[in-house]
């Protein structure tokens, strides 16, 4: 199965455009339990990372990846890596539920802290992340990838940085994904460890709700999740939707799903519409549909001035990934504030909590 076919393991990369000199910036990873380690390892490597060790229980897991990335060390326990002076910032894409508690041990440590989304499945473990950030002064940052880690999404926000729309009234987004339930791991389909749909896939939606339309805090007014085609899967939620206002009034509607065809030639079809005062933005993020080995990165733009589309694949990169690393460096937050990230996070574990089962 293609990269592009598989959302578990789509891991993109761009061109390099390193912030800092060779060696400046070391990190390592622990946790390989989602394929998505490997989408943040080529994002801080791109950006002039250096990639030292690895370490995760699976000793499989870390022949796979020590294949990807050749010449990273195999530490023989997470405590190796913990206790390496010289590396400064851990990723990890652990199982949803155990994301958090890596995270407390890694920024006791004294280290930054990247993880998969999402970074969290409780409103504790939100409450005990706020805590050692605040006791440690450590970043406990997060990869919502289908903003971060796609051009036209990046592209969007700086549209919308321009003033290309005005000011955003509401974003509508779609995230649905391929199941490939064969070739998913046991605790994908136990709720308490994948947190639930909304938790889980819907973080990215929150999260660039929160991003687009600069809200700062925002309100669940319904969710709901079904489960419809997998009985065989009776943790799983197939169908997940819901509804947020903003303080400053935007509002936003998503849903996400596992029901991506077999014949689609990308694993989601991920979508979203942004309205301003002034105009509207909608992008194809990952493909064209009836377009066969189309180009993902499309984003159209009406306003006052144009109608215009874009193909920004190749052309926009992946600024997150430097500014994250001299956010370390530096103890900034350019890249994204601990507050965002966290409000994303609780945002998601609230629309899940809320969520009414249809089915």
């Known amino acids: 199965m293609t990269e592009k076919s598989d959302g578990m393991n789509y891991a993109p990369k761009g061109k ?7 060696g400046e910036f070391i990190f390592a990873a622990i946790g390989l339990d989602h394929g998505h380690i490997y989408g943040q390892c080529n994002g801080l490597i791109e950006a002039g990372g250096v990639l030292k060790s690895v370490f995760d229980p699976d000793s499989k897991k870390m022949d796979k990846f020590c294949e990807t990335y050749p010449g990273v060390k195999r530490a023989s326990s997470e405590d190796e ?50 805590a050692k950030v605040k006791e440690t002064g450590k970043k406990y940052m997060v990869y919502y990838s289908e903003r971060i880690h796609v051009e036209s999404a990046v592209f969007a926000g700086q549209l919308i940085e321009q003033g290309a729309i005005g000011k955003v009234v509401q974003v509508l987004g779609l995230g649905p994904h391929r199941l490939n339930a064969p070739s998913r791991p046991g605790w994908f389909f136990e709720k308490e460890k994948y947190g639930g749909i909304l938790c889980d896939i819907g973080s990215h939606q929150i999260e660039q709700f929160l991003f687009y339309s600069g ?5 669940v007014v319904r969710s709901q999740v079904a489960n419809y085609n997998n009985p065989q899967y ?3 939620e197939d169908f997940g939707d819901a509804m947020l206002v903003g303080k400053n009034g935007a509002t936003h509607y998503f849903r996400v ?76 937050e350019n890249a994204m504030t601990q507050e965002h990230a966290f409000k994303a996070a609780e945002l998601c574990v609230r629309a899940q909590m809320q969520a009414v089962k249809i089915k």
């Not at 390099?16 to 060779?22: I, N, R, Y």
């Open 215 to 219: 809200e700062k805090e925002a309100t």
């Open 16 to 22: 390099p455009a390193p912030v800092v000199e060779k």
């Open 81 to 130: 890596i913990l206790g390496d002076k010289e590396v400064l910032l851990v990723t990890g894409a652990a199982v949803t539920s155990q994301r958090c508690a890596l995270g407390l041990r890694v920024m006791s440590a004294g280290k930054d802290y990247f993880t998969d989304k999402a970074p969290l499945t409780t409103l504790e473990q939100l409450d005990a992340a706020k």
């Open 234 to 236: 009776p943790e799983l």
């Open 257 to 332: 799903d596992w029901f991506t065809p077999d014949g689609l030639q990308s694993w989601g079809d991920g979508r979203s519409f942004i309205l301003g005062t002034e105009g509207y933005i909608e992008q194809r993020k990952y493909m064209q549909l009836g377009e066969k080995q189309s180009r993902g990165g499309n984003v159209y733009l009406a306003n006052g001035r144009e109608e215009t589309f874009y193909n920004v694949e190749g052309k926009v990169g992946y600024p997150y990934f430097g500014q994250l690393i001299l956010d370390c460096l530096n103890r900034t």
